[in-house]
């Protein structure tokens, strides 16, 4: 879903965990955006745009986690191996941004650790 918004030239600035909605059915699961209101199409989207997008998702994804830390790595992998599906390139700056990325946010997580204590 994510990759198909981007694809469309559409950049959440408000892309959490929160903003997405997984819903199962009798036709297999389906997953919708809602509170699109800080959205906008910027077509085309580049490269930094949709890892700044994806970046605020792993942020949300490690304040739902709190104490439990962060994703694992393969699990970062499988979800922009889904993400990039057959291109290459963009998996492989997605992952050298991410290595970087990764780095500066040692902190945002021991934050997260303090500030949510009572989180499991």
């Given amino acids: 879903l994510v990759r198909a918004m981007h694809d469309a030239g559409f950049f959440h600035a408000d892309r959490t965990l929160a903003n997405l909605v997984l819903a199962g059915g009798p036709g297999g699961g389906r997953a919708y955006v809602v509170d699109l209101d800080r959205g906008r199409f910027l077509r085309p989207l580049g490269t930094t745009k949709r890892f700044r997008n994806l970046a605020r998702l792993l942020r949300s994804c490690e304040k739902w986690l709190g104490r439990a ?21 963009l998996l492989r700056f997605l992952l050298g941004r991410l290595r970087r990325y990764r780095a500066a946010l040692r902190l945002r997580r021991l934050f997260y650790r303090v500030a949510a204590p009572d989180q499991a």
């Fill in 69 to 89: 830390g962060r994703l694992a790595p393969r699990e970062e992998l499988v979800f922009l191996r889904r993400y990039c599906g057959s291109d290459g390139a």
